[in-house]
């Protein structure tokens, strides 16, 4: 996968479902229409949580990426 451009990003390293999503939904909040989120996570869950949730919001799930133990998903603000 190419690098995705990013107009900013959240660490949840070390945070387990369901406060990743929850802290992607406060920042997205803050973002204009069609910036991008990159968020930074080590549970395995946000490859499966992150498109489900952005599916369920409207936002764009852009990817990801496995780099060892962390993942690096991408989230498009509607």
């Known amino acids: 996968m190419n690098d995705i451009k ?3 990003e959240l660490d949840c390293l070390g945070l387990y479902c369901p406060v990743p999503i929850m ?3 406060q ?3 803050t973002m204009k229409s069609g910036e991008v ?3 930074i996570a080590d549970d395995i869950g946000i490859l499966k ?5 952005a599916m369920t919001t409207g936002n764009g799930f852009l990817g990801a990426k496995t780099e060892g133990d962390i993942y690096k998903v991408y989230v498009k603000k509607k």
């Open 6 to 8: 990013f107009d900013k």
């Open 23 to 25: 802290k992607t939904a």
């Open 27 to 29: 920042v997205i909040n």
């Open 37 to 39: 989120l990159e968020v």
């Open 49 to 53: 949580d992150m498109p489900a949730w």
